[in-house]
């Protein structure tokens, strides 16, 4: 991304006890502009060269041959300070936005490596509910990041389609026989279930019918086998409709299932390695010297578990895709559960278990009108929100908000498409700009408020760069003079669009995309200040009287909506043009 850095670290590698990259890595900008435009801290070297910093840091400035777009080398106590010639950098950094887009012309860390990301998997013949939100926009940020990183990503839907509660579904429709697995809706799936769910409360022996249905369709009864793959059909159809209300694909839907035929051989090893001991006709790891509860692999009826699958899992992922990093992106409540996956792998000998990580997430929670208090519903009770209407009821919302500025929008302008953009997009980025770990409380009002820290606050930000663009006139030219850049909310600018490189390594790292969707809020408010300063003034407008100082602005205003534009797609969301 910017070759001057990497010139400056080339030529301070000649003098010191580290390689070309880490160097480059230490380059920060000062607190202070006064201080210069990049710093080193010599305090990693001392005792290695046998010196104080503050020496370390004289010699350096001193002995080394400056980049020439460094005009001064000085030591300032233990830091060796680069006073650069500032138009130099604004191009550097600025031309290589506008020509390919910072996501792409940025430095690829991940290069040859692999990501394997889970997300969403939710169980079928039940609807998507606003618990499975999180899962699913977290998955697939961190999929846009690690491939901005140059990782290649797999993403993977392991949907739930395998267990008991098929068991119960399955008992439910030959109980009942209100209507065909052929004629049935997802609504009619969950309403079949709850209602044998309530029944079986006040009638224990429906669990043993229960358990007898999902032994028969593990022995390949064909009827059982008929209605479970007609749920799944049926369940598959409704949640790519509802993924693609918010943009979110997948490279592979692998279901449970597909892990069956895994799982007898699985588990004949893992007792051949006395890993696996029968307990009271059941299956189990034991992890008494991992502090961990004992793992089921099977149960008493001989049925297997989601746990037996999820090493079943484990194990194809690892000799189909070599990853460098497995990541499940599943809520706060399974750590055990990855826990006991990780320890029972290594176990097994496999030295890549570690590579196996839980992106845990906090709860989604509405707050109660009548109560004011925050809660989530239960699938089992059919008190679950609905993510589909969570996410109508968005749009509609949105669609009230754009209506207030109709009259603005050019004619052609499709309005359904813009609350479409509005309404998930605020949805979405209330999520994100979370740290994952929290809960999140949906509040609509703040949701949608376009001047908040909100999605919409940054969508407009994006369309308000778009008319600046469109009202210049003439397209924005790379040759326009930089060193007409000279106010200190300028050199801001530029400096916090260098800085999104450092971002999206650093939600990476952290899987954790919050930090993008903050670092948009920051580049916007800092634009915002910026544009504000020709109201007052007119010589600091964007579209000021100057020409050459004005294309050298509108260059900066490209480079800040390319980088806004590559922000929100990298946390799933579009960047309406007009708003």
Same mark, same amino acid.
């Given at each position: 991304?910017?070759?001057?850095?990497?010139?400056?670290?080339?030529?301070?590698?000649?003098?010191?006890?580290?390689?070309?990259?880490?160097?480059?890595?230490?380059?920060?900008?000062?607190?202070?502009?006064?201080?210069?435009?990049?710093?080193?801290?010599?305090?990693?070297?001392?005792?290695?060269?046998?010196?104080?910093?503050?020496?370390?840091?004289?010699?350096?400035?001193?002995?080394?041959?400056?980049?020439?777009?460094?005009?001064?080398?000085?030591?300032?106590?233990?830091?060796?300070?680069?006073?650069?010639?500032?138009?130099?950098?604004?191009?550097?950094?600025?031309?290589?936005?506008?020509?390919?887009?910072?996501?792409?012309?940025?430095?690829?860390?991940?290069?040859?490596?692999?990501?394997?990301?889970?997300?969403?998997?939710?169980?079928?013949?039940?609807?998507?509910?606003?618990?499975?939100?999180?899962?699913?926009?977290?998955?697939?940020?961190?999929?846009?990041?690690?491939?901005?990183?140059?990782?290649?990503?797999?993403?993977?839907?392991?949907?739930?389609?395998?267990?008991?509660?098929?068991?119960?579904?399955?008992?439910?429709?030959?109980?009942?026989?209100?209507?065909?697995?052929?004629?049935?809706?997802?609504?009619?799936?969950?309403?079949?279930?709850?209602?044998?769910?309530?029944?079986?409360?006040?009638?224990?022996?429906?669990?043993?019918?229960?358990?007898?249905?999902?032994?028969?369709?593990?022995?390949?009864?064909?009827?059982?086998?008929?209605?479970?793959?007609?749920?799944?059909?049926?369940?598959?159809?409704?949640?790519?409709?509802?993924?693609?209300?918010?943009?979110?694909?997948?490279?592979?839907?692998?279901?449970?299932?597909?892990?069956?035929?895994?799982?007898?051989?699985?588990?004949?090893?893992?007792?051949?390695?006395?890993?696996?001991?029968?307990?009271?006709?059941?299956?189990?790891?034991?992890?008494?010297?991992?502090?961990?509860?004992?793992?089921?692999?099977?149960?008493?009826?001989?049925?297997?578990?989601?746990?037996?699958?999820?090493?079943?899992?484990?194990?194809?992922?690892?000799?189909?895709?070599?990853?460098?990093?497995?990541?499940?992106?599943?809520?706060?409540?399974?750590?055990?559960?990855?826990?006991?996956?990780?320890?029972?792998?290594?176990?097994?000998?496999?030295?890549?278990?570690?590579?196996?990580?839980?992106?845990?997430?906090?709860?989604?929670?509405?707050?109660?009108?009548?109560?004011?208090?925050?809660?989530?519903?239960?699938?089992?009770?059919?008190?679950?929100?609905?993510? %589909?209407?969570? #996410?109508?009821?968005?749009? +509609?919302?949105?669609?009230?908000? =754009?209506?207030?500025? &109709?009259? @603005?929008?050019? /004619?052609?302008?499709?309005?359904?498409?813009?609350?479409?953009?509005?309404?998930?997009?605020?949805?979405?980025?209330?999520?994100?700009?979370?740290?994952?770990?929290?809960?999140?409380?949906?509040?609509?009002?703040?949701?949608?408020?376009?001047?908040?820290?909100?999605?919409?606050?940054?969508?407009?930000?994006?369309?308000?760069?778009?008319?600046?663009?469109?009202?210049?006139?003439?397209?924005?030219?790379?040759?326009?003079?930089?060193?007409?850049?000279?106010?200190?909310? %300028?050199?801001? #600018?530029?400096?916090?669009? +260098?800085?999104?490189?450092?971002? =999206?390594?650093?939600? &990476?790292? @952290?899987?954790? /995309?919050?930090?993008?969707?903050?670092?948009?809020?920051?580049?916007?408010?800092?634009?915002?200040?910026?544009?504000?300063?020709?109201?007052?003034?007119?010589?600091?407008?964007?579209?000021?009287?100057?020409?050459?100082?004005?294309?050298?602005?509108?260059?900066?205003?490209?480079?800040?909506?390319?980088?806004?534009?590559?922000?929100?797609?990298?946390?799933?969301?579009?960047?309406?043009?007009?708003?």
């Amino acid at each position: 991304m910017n070759s001057i850095k990497k010139e400056i670290a080339d030529c301070l590698s000649r003098h010191l006890p580290i390689e070309n990259g880490p160097i480059e890595a230490m380059l920060k900008a000062p607190p202070e502009p006064g201080m210069g435009d990049y710093a080193l801290p010599c305090f990693p070297f001392a005792k290695d060269m046998k010196k104080s910093p503050a020496a370390i840091a004289t010699a350096l400035s001193r002995e080394i041959s400056p980049p020439k777009d460094v005009k001064t080398v000085e030591p300032a106590g233990p830091y060796v300070n680069f006073f650069l010639d500032r138009a130099a950098l604004y191009r550097e950094i600025l031309s290589n936005i506008c020509q390919e887009g910072f996501v792409r012309s940025r430095s690829k860390s991940g290069k040859g490596k692999t990501v394997i990301i889970d997300y969403s998997s939710p169980n079928i013949a039940k609807h998507l509910g606003v618990h499975h939100l999180r899962s699913a926009i977290i998955g697939r940020s961190l999929y846009r990041i690690f491939e901005a990183c140059g990782y290649r990503c797999i993403g993977i839907n392991h949907l739930g389609d395998w267990g008991t509660s098929f068991g119960k579904l399955i008992a439910a429709f030959e109980r009942y026989g209100d209507i065909s697995a052929q004629d049935a809706s997802v609504s009619d799936m969950q309403e079949l279930y709850v209602r044998f769910s309530r029944e079986a409360e006040e009638k224990p022996e429906l669990a043993d019918l229960a358990r007898n249905a999902f032994k028969r369709l593990e022995n390949g009864d064909p009827h059982a086998t008929v209605l479970w793959k007609q749920f799944k059909k049926i369940s598959v159809a409704e949640f790519e409709r509802i993924y693609a209300m918010l943009g979110i694909e997948f490279d592979a839907y692998m279901p449970e299932s597909f892990y069956l035929t895994m799982a007898g051989d699985l588990l004949e090893r893992l007792r051949t390695k006395g890993i696996a001991t029968d307990s009271e006709d059941a299956i189990i790891a034991r992890l008494d010297t991992d502090d961990l509860p004992p793992l089921m692999l099977q149960k008493k009826d001989g049925t297997t578990l989601y746990s037996t699958r999820d090493l079943c899992a484990a194990e194809y992922r690892w000799t189909n895709y070599r990853f460098e990093h497995c990541l499940y992106v599943v809520g706060g409540e399974q750590k055990l559960h990855f826990q006991q996956l990780r320890a029972v792998l290594s176990r097994m000998g496999y030295d890549w278990a570690g590579r196996i990580e839980h992106i845990d997430f906090g709860l989604l929670k509405f707050p109660d009108p009548k109560t004011g208090k925050a809660n989530v519903g239960s699938t089992r009770t059919g008190e679950v929100v609905l993510l %589909e209407d969570v #996410l109508k009821n968005g749009i +509609e919302k949105a669609k009230e908000k =754009i209506k207030e500025n &109709a009259g @603005k929008l050019p /004619p052609q302008t499709d309005l359904e498409e813009l609350a479409d953009m509005i309404g998930t997009g605020a949805v979405m980025f209330s999520d994100l700009a979370v740290r994952r770990t929290k809960d999140v409380v949906f509040d609509w009002d703040r949701m949608l408020d376009f001047q908040g820290d909100t999605g919409p606050y940054v969508q407009y930000a994006h369309a308000r760069l778009c008319s600046i663009l469109r009202k210049s006139g003439a397209g924005v030219t790379e040759q326009a003079d930089c060193s007409l850049l000279r106010l200190p909310e %300028e050199w801001k #600018l530029v400096r916090t669009l +260098e800085d999104f490189s450092l971002r =999206i390594d650093q939600a &990476a790292d @952290k899987r954790e /995309p919050s930090i993008i969707a903050n670092y948009l809020l920051e580049l916007c408010k800092l634009f915002s200040s910026y544009y504000s300063l020709g109201m007052k003034e007119p010589e600091k407008r964007v579209l000021c009287d100057d020409e050459e100082t004005r294309n050298a602005r509108l260059f900066l205003v490209d480079a800040v909506r390319n980088v806004i534009a590559d922000g929100l797609r990298l946390l799933g969301m579009k960047a309406p043009e007009r708003m």
